[in-house]
């Protein structure tokens, strides 16, 4: 067992929460300027159903057809963080192991449904890439996220696929992939690879953190496991005709858009951040998702003045194989981080002195 501790359950909303509401946000992984205004009024155009108890198969063959899927390869849930707890719940493992650092709601929900979890802990020399021959051979449950978060690291899906091995359950995070020009690297789709399930989430790209709505691409087989250990009608309406119009050909040409303008935005972000070189900050690089990760000294005295000049970042030390000297910024458009890298050049003469 690990005994280093760390905050399993922290998110990046927690600095955003309370007295942090006000702060210009760099801590939360969802776009911004989202929802658009047709995904809001198709949401909203979902209201009147509101008597009848949901029904999801629209949306499921809607997903479906999206990743060119049959229907009983796909779930729909309440965001891709429900999906670690049917996974949790639902599947009969003996040693799971999660790659990390990366997203820790699925470590969190592991312990929580009673397994003792082995990590993998990538390393930073390494660039925080994936060496498919640290996995232990007997691990029957790997999870691993791409690109991942908080590195910002997009793994090969060669070397992803690599992980699979008869009786193994590998299950892929592609929460950010949407945000990925062109989806390189996806296995979403693929039904090639055994053992595979794809968890994807609605909620980053089009701004529906507090609608959940993600699902599961797996074997028919996993599937109805997972779907057995759900709650009747476990998605609501509202998030069902979400997944329904995100999966359109409109929503995909969009989030294609979005995805290559993230990209020119992360460039501009990572541009300034190589004016810091000299203070010892290092970014994790090439980084591929909405996100960046840095590496400061005194990075929490830092992240502590940047929320009095009114910016929240994300602290690391919660992630595992990361510590206090990390910190994970969301990408925004270029007046945003403008006004953040003054504020983090005031942030670091201030903790200088």
Not at 23 to 36: E, I, K, S, W
Request: with cysteine; proline share 7%.
């Amino acid at each position: 067992m690990p005994t280093e501790a760390h905050d399993l359950r922290h998110h990046g909303d927690a600095e955003v929460r309370d007295y942090g509401s006000a702060l210009v946000d760099l801590a939360v992984n969802v776009r911004a300027d989202t929802p658009p205004a047709w995904l809001r009024e198709r949401i909203a155009g979902s209201l009147g159903s509101l008597a009848a108890y949901p029904d999801g198969r629209a949306a499921r063959a809607a997903v479906a057809a999206r990743h060119g899927l049959p229907t009983d390869r796909v779930l729909l849930t309440a965001g891709a963080a429900e999906a670690f707890v049917l996974l949790a719940r639902a599947l009969k493992v003996r040693r799971p192991v999660v790659v990390h650092p990366q997203f820790t709601e699925p470590e969190a929900a592991l312990r929580d449904a009673g397994h003792t979890v082995d990590r993998v802990l990538l390393r930073e020399e390494d660039g925080f890439r994936l060496d498919p021959r640290a996995v232990p051979e007997d691990a029957d449950l790997v999870v691993i996220g791409n690109p991942t978060n908080p590195t910002s690291v997009l793994h090969p899906a060669v070397s992803i696929a690599e992980l699979a091995r008869p009786g193994r359950t590998l299950v892929v995070d592609e929460a950010f992939m949407d945000a990925v020009p062109g989806e390189r690297e996806a296995l979403a789709g693929r039904t090639d690879v055994p053992g595979l399930v794809v968890l994807r989430s609605l909620t980053k790209t089009w701004g529906l953190a507090g609608l959940r709505i993600g699902y599961v691409l797996a074997a028919p087989e996993t599937v109805a496991d997972l779907e057995r250990a759900q709650p009747l009608w476990p998605v609501s309406t509202p998030a069902l005709a979400a997944a329904e119009a995100c999966v359109s050909s409109q929503a995909l040409a969009e989030a294609a858009h979005a995805a290559h303008r993230i990209a020119a935005d992360r460039a501009h972000l990572v541009a300034g951040l190589a004016g810091f070189a000299p203070a010892g900050l290092r970014v994790v690089e090439p980084a591929e998702g909405p996100f960046v990760l840095v590496r400061l000294p005194g990075a929490a005295a830092v992240r502590r003045q940047l929320r009095d000049l009114g910016y929240a970042v994300r602290r690391g030390d919660t992630f595992p194989g990361l510590g206090e000297e990390w910190l994970r910024l969301a990408v925004r458009d270029r007046a945003i981080v403008g006004g953040f890298l003054r504020a983090l050049e005031r942030a670091l003469t201030s903790t200088a002195r």
